[in-house]
């Protein structure tokens, strides 16, 4: 479908919320977003097909600033009465809020009103791949993953979204856009012995994740690495528990290390959570706004940007959903803190402008300080990977592919899981073991760092799954990363 | 504004296939959240989705979405989802639909009140919640009404309709002047807004704050604790999510697979999943249309069942339990009302009986370390406290636990008599009560 064409009903809505609001009086600022989804799931196990389901979902979301304080109300009705009567509960909303204002008014940066449309890149739009195709091409990999002996059954699945926004605000900003993105892995069991083993490809959370066309999906080779996958998954059946071992040399694979930039960099940079926006549920984090330009947060090898320009990344997208057109931001500078993720309000309140990173997971919810593609940069030798860190290191652990997440509410002491581990001697990889853990604190993990993988190490991870707010949202974001090399404790228990 | 069981009709009567489930929700959720003593965010939706779950040639299925409730948007995807049928594989797993009518039980309110409350309502409880926090303590929290319309509908005949209210709140008190890095936590929950009273909310969570000021650290290592509702719920919704799913048991990777029958938790412990209690909202019918009813899983410590949907019954030679989630789920069934049953032990005498412990108010961002071995760790958070000589004698600094949940719950020494509904950030409300235990493992501790 031409894609202009796709955007004119949206346009209109947007246009006719905006209108809604006209005469409502005590409204200092509003914005509007007529948004529309498609989606695509497809699941399989061994050789059945589990589940497909088509979604679509649409509405109109109006956020009103009155006195200094919000309002938001959003509704799937999208006929004039309805947008009429939402404008005036976000209204009337906003003016509840001003009872509990403790002498804050909200004040928003100074960022020009955008002008503009976006489209994600894409050869193939995933969601006019016919289903047929997708069952086929899942149940391929699938049938490949079940040449491996032992083993108890193995999923795959694909994932697609098409996402068309129109933004208006009261300012004049008006932006349209849309976002395709897709996605997909494979996850292999084996079970027996009283353990359940899961290893996953290309990684967990139901595999890799970007913005852009069907090419991307296939471009995962999933059938050409399934029983490489499925028969690391029974080998694990066998396989001792990781040992328990303090200060340890550990080497996190690439997809483990975008994880760990995301739990204890990412959210803990995130300037609404600085300020105690989230403290009630997700928390606050460790940084505080005075430890921009101070705060040695890694070693000099530890440089993060937040891009939301990266080309085919899953947080790739135009414009954020306060119509602020995408930035790259530098967070952390040979490991001094240097930025934060910010949206218009929390920069205004430290003399900033927002870097353009408030995003909604729908037209139903508001935005927030969201990641986008916060990535760790490579190191700087291009030929340096995981084999030749493994080379380099004498004792040590190898951890890759994320198993779970774990911490705490200043984004300090964390664990996480991996689905395999591996021994280093004198530069060989040694033998496997399962149930693998580490834990640490941010800081001293991040000024451990050594080594890291140079740019043909490096890949930029899709996180489909980032949970934050009341409501709560669930946000699509990434992470580049390569092999990294670090001190932490390893097989906790 | 039509009823929602009339949306049902066009879909059921669609063509060129052996079965159509409509399954149908409206829903008007706001939100009032506070920091710093004000409010920063203040939020309404209205929303609604139709699923329409359709069969060809006997066990082709297919399923499409919208949020769109009128006669053509459900028509549409009642097509769209005969489509996807049409080209999908035949699931041997398929277990076909109830049918004809069903008796469904009472569940939950649907209170006028708590379905009108406006933003101002919301403000002013806001206000009464910060009114018992003392000067100098700041509150941060949420005030949440809603009320939830749903409907099933099958070409077998089956309807099933339903509304309910809930409402939820929680405050977070915090100090932080001088180095004291205090904060309190309290939570509740109900289905409707005479039951719940968030005055007390907000003086639980000050208390808090008074008892935890100046920290003390405490080493890692095996504590007995005394766990508030809000901490044991996130035991048992783990153990929901890991052991009580028929599909996970019938792929062997239940804690309860070769354990029905065996005692696996303290004689204390009583385990259900019960949506017709009047202690949370609840629905009386799944996402099939399968009667709701109290299903016991751990009864006075001894697995007795895990719960079921239609297709995971088939499989495992037993009944659905209701416990189907929305179509397609490749997830499988998962209780969603679980209830540990409280004991007869006041709260006072629960940290009366333990002569060195911790006593720990919640849980934050917990997470699996081993499935079968039901192993979790997360970290203790806003109101940890010393226990010595059966009395609280100050604040703690966190620690971060990895430990069994079964092993846990073999060793409960006591049961509180007074449940309450809290919520878990993966898993949504539960409901239980405080509880003793020994043994619990923390691994580390952190700087606040």
């Known amino acids: ?493 | 504004m039509c009823a929602l069981l009339d949306l049902a009709a066009d879909a059921l009567a669609l063509d060129g296939c052996d079965a159509v489930e409509v399954g149908l929700t409206r829903s008007d959720v706001a939100l009032t959240r506070f920091a710093d003593s004000r409010v920063h965010q203040n939020v309404a939706r209205v929303d609604g989705e139709a699923r329409l779950r359709v069969v060809v040639d006997g066990s082709r299925v297919g399923v499409a979405v919208t949020n769109s409730l009128d006669h053509a948007a459900i028509r549409r995807a009642a097509e769209q989802a005969r489509d996807i049928a049409r080209v999908s594989k035949p699931d041997p797993q398929y277990a076909g639909m109830p049918s004809g009518e069903q008796a469904y039980s009472a569940a939950g309110r649907d209170d006028g009140d708590t379905a009108g409350c406006s933003a101002a309502d919301r403000a002013g409880l806001v206000s009464r919640i910060l009114a018992e926090l003392p000067a100098g303590v700041l509150g941060a929290g949420y005030v949440e009404t809603g009320r939830v319309e749903r409907a099933i509908a099958n070409s077998f005949g089956l309807t099933g309709s339903h509304a309910g209210t809930h409402v939820g709140a929680s405050v977070l008190a915090s100090s932080d002047v001088g180095g004291e890095d205090s904060t309190g936590h309290a939570e509740g929950g109900a289905s409707a807004l005479s039951g719940l009273d968030v005055s007390r909310l907000g003086a639980r969570a000050a208390r808090k704050v008074e008892l935890g000021r100046r920290p003390r650290e405490v080493e890692p290592g095996r504590w007995s604790v005394v766990l508030e509702p809000a901490a044991t719920e996130v035991l048992v919704q783990f153990l929901d999510y890991l052991a009580f799913g028929g599909k996970n048991f019938n792929d062997g990777r239940s804690a309860l697979c070769g354990r029905l029958g065996d005692q696996v938790c303290s004689e204390r412990v009583t385990i259900v999943d019960d949506a017709l209690s009047p202690l949370l909202p609840g629905v009386p019918f799944d996402a099939e249309g399968t009667p709701k009813r109290r299903v016991p899983f751990i009864e006075t410590g001894v697995a007795v069942a895990v719960g079921h949907d239609r297709s995971t019954a088939a499989v495992a030679g037993t009944r659905s339990t209701g416990h189907a989630l929305p179509p397609p789920n490749p997830h499988g069934p998962m209780p969603a009302h679980i209830i540990m049953e409280a004991g007869s032990t006041g709260l006072d005498g629960l940290v009366e009986g333990c002569e060195r412990g911790l006593y720990i108010t919640r849980f934050h961002y917990t997470n699996v370390v081993h499935p079968l071995r039901t192993s979790i760790t997360g970290m203790t958070r806003d109101g940890t406290f010393l226990i010595s000589g059966g009395r609280i004698v100050g604040g703690v600094r966190n620690l971060r636990f990895t430990q069994s949940i079964l092993d846990a719950l073999r060793h409960v020494e006591d049961v509180g008599r007074d449940v309450e509904m809290a919520s878990d950030a993966f898993f949504g409300a539960a409901v239980a009560p405080a509880v003793r235990l020994t043994n619990f493992t923390f691994t580390s501790t952190t700087a606040h």
């Open chain 1, 1 to 493: 479908m031409d894609p202009i064409e796709l955007a004119q009903p949206l346009a209109q809505l947007s246009a006719g919320a905006l209108e809604s609001l006209s005469g409502l009086p005590g409204v200092q600022y509003a914005d509007v977003r007529a948004v529309r989804e498609e989606t695509e799931s497809v699941n399989v196990r061994d050789e059945r097909v589990e589940g497909v389901e088509r979604g679509t979902s649409q509405g109109v979301g109006i956020r009103v600033l009155v006195d200094g304080s919000w309002g938001f109300a959003a509704t799937a009705d999208c006929q004039p009465r309805a947008l009429r009567s939402t404008a005036v509960l976000a209204r009337d909303i906003a003016r509840a809020s001003t009872a509990v204002q403790a002498d804050h008014r909200v004040q928003l940066d100074d960022t020009p009103p955008a002008e503009g449309q976006y489209i994600t890149p894409y050869e193939r739009d995933p969601l006019e791949v016919p289903l047929a195709e997708k069952v086929d091409h899942l149940l391929a990999a699938t049938a490949a993953a079940r040449e491996a002996p032992g083993l108890s059954w193995v999923e795959a699945s694909t994932d697609s979204w098409r996402r068309q926004t129109s933004f208006r605000s009261t300012q004049g900003a008006c932006v349209d856009q849309i976002v395709v993105q897709v996605g997909g892995g494979l996850e292999a069991y084996a079970v027996g012995g009283g353990e359940a083993q899961r290893r996953c490809y290309p990684n967990s959370f139901r595999g890799q994740f970007s913005s852009g066309g069907w090419e991307s999906m296939l471009a995962l080779d999933l059938t050409g690495h399934a029983l490489g996958c499925a028969t690391e998954a029974v080998a694990l059946l066998d396989a001792p528990d990781l040992p328990f071992r303090e200060d340890a040399v550990l080497l996190l694979g690439s997809s483990q290390l975008a994880l760990q930039v995301h739990e204890s960099i990412g959210h803990a940079t995130e300037l609404d959570r600085i300020m105690g926006m989230e403290r009630a549920f997700a928390g606050t984090s460790f940084v505080r706004v005075a430890d921009q330009g101070t705060l040695r947060y890694g070693s000099g090898l530890v440089s993060v940007t937040a891009d939301a320009t990266t080309p085919g990344a899953l947080g790739t997208f135009g414009y954020d959903d306060e119509g602020v057109p995408a930035h790259s931001s530098p967070i952390i500078a040979d490991g001094m803190l240097v930025g934060f993720l910010t949206n218009r309000e929390t920069a205004a309140a430290i003399g900033q402008c927002s870097n353009g990173t408030a995003r909604a997971d729908s037209w139903g919810t508001i935005p927030l300080v969201r990641m986008n593609n916060v990535s760790l940069h490579p190191g700087e030798d291009d030929d340096v990977g995981l084999e030749e860190l493994v080379a380099d290191t004498t004792d040590g652990v190898l951890l890759e592919t994320n198993f779970s997440w774990s911490i705490d509410d200043r984004r300090d002491n964390f664990q996480f899981g991996c689905e395999v581990a591996y021994d280093i001697r004198n530069g060989q990889r040694g033998r496997l073991y399962r149930n693998g853990t580490y834990a640490g604190r941010c800081l001293d993990f991040w000024r451990s760092c050594d080594a890291l993988g140079g740019r043909g190490d490096w890949t930029v991870w899709g996180v489909p799954n980032c949970g934050k707010g009341q409501p709560g949202q669930v946000a699509r974001v990434a992470h580049g990363a390569p092999t990294g090399r670090f001190r932490a404790t390893v097989g906790v228990r």
